[in-house]
């Protein structure tokens, strides 16, 4: 089979889905591919360069910000700051958005990131990973845009995905028409075509889940947890659980089965971020066959309240996903 690059890919899927599309997507979309270029590259060096004595700061979410952390947003920024397709964008590493004015960019995209997720796998070199999540802006682009229109529904995502950064770096993404996979070749420096049509099996047989905080789980969660590795019948699921949400995600898109954050005592919201990390995985979950709850609502319907809200995440094979909120619902969940 050829090679197909990502690129020519994606120009292939709008000349069949948006034959009016402007270039700014496409302009959008290469700009996120150079960046993760650059980003692998330094992720490949971690343990050579003096990168993991980290800033000492600590980000929004209170947590130790490492330099690749740093290196990878203020990467993603300039470049969506400057690829003349976005208007506004809301990060991780950033408390408040970043609005960009008209007179840098008339874009029409809104792009949400985690621009390094796991960052706290990077010491042991564990496979970490970009998450990002791209919506339209909806009114005329001469109208200065407003902080509070990155307030938008989830199922308005027009494009979502990851670039992993492991064994190789891979970009798995959708825009609402599949979910496709490419993996970097480090030769000729492009993403190919290497997993073609992704879709989750409606039941796996690996459940994920962080089960050390099984002590602050309310009862229905541990129910739930329970019926995966003790089930009534038929046999006991396996645990992974790496503890990097693109890694554990990427497994569960390829083997299938259930990734779990539920919510519990100390995280009553649970501790994934709904815009960039949830719904993106969530689209693609869907787009893949599979689903995404927060254990009962489905993740796509919510509308944020402000960009850095947390959600508990159900997520994976379809049959799964309906088994958690069949339990949540019998304990009045809903
Ligand atoms: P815990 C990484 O910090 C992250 O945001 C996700 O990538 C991952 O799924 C989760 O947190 C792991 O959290 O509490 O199990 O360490």
């Avoid at 360069?49 to 979410?61: A, C, M, R, S």
């Avoid at 960009?100 to 990131?113: A, D, K, L, M, N």
């Amino acid at each position: 089979m050829p090679e197909i690059t990502v690129t020519e890919h994606l120009l292939a899927a709008q000349m069949e889905w948006s034959p009016k599309a402007t270039g700014q997507f496409t302009s959008l979309l290469h700009d996120l591919i150079v960046s993760a270029k650059i980003i692998s590259r330094n992720v490949k060096q971690a343990g050579l360069v003096d990168i993991l004595g980290g800033t000492g700061e600590v980000n929004v979410q209170g947590e130790r910000v490492q330099k690749l952390d740093e290196f990878a947003n203020k990467t993603l920024v300039y470049r969506m700051r400057t690829c003349g397709a976005v208007c506004a964008l809301g990060s991780e590493e950033l408390e408040e958005p970043l609005i960009i004015p008209p007179e840098e960019s008339s874009g029409s995209y809104i792009i949400y990131f985690d621009p390094l997720d796991g960052s706290s796998n990077i010491d042991v070199n564990v496979s970490i990973g970009t998450i990002f999540s791209i919506y339209r802006r909806r009114e005329d682009a001469t109208e200065p845009f407003r902080a509070e229109r990155m307030l938008r529904p989830c199922d308005t995502q027009v494009a979502a995905g990851y670039f992993l950064y492991g064994p190789s770096t891979m970009m798995v993404y959708t825009t609402g028409h599949g979910v496709n996979g490419f993996t970097l070749d480090p030769s000729i420096g492009e993403f190919l075509l290497s997993h073609p049509n992704m879709q989750i099996a409606p039941r796996g047989a690996i459940y994920s889940v962080n089960a050390s905080y099984d002590r602050f789980w309310d009862e229905a969660t541990r129910e739930c947890v329970d019926s995966f590795c003790h089930p009534a019948g038929g046999q006991p699921y396996s645990l992974r659980y790496v503890g990097s949400l693109v890694a554990d995600f990427h497994r569960t898109l390829l083997y299938g089965g259930i990734f779990m954050y539920p919510a519990d005592t100390r995280k009553p919201d649970g501790k994934l971020r709904l815009m960039y990390e949830a719904a993106p995985m969530a689209f693609l979950a869907e787009q893949a066959g599979g689903k995404a709850t927060d254990g009962v609502h489905r993740i796509l319907d919510k509308t944020p309240l402000s960009i850095h809200e947390r959600t508990p995440l159900i997520i994976g094979s379809s049959e799964d996903v309906d088994h958690v909120a069949d339990i949540y619902r019998r304990h009045g969940r809903g």
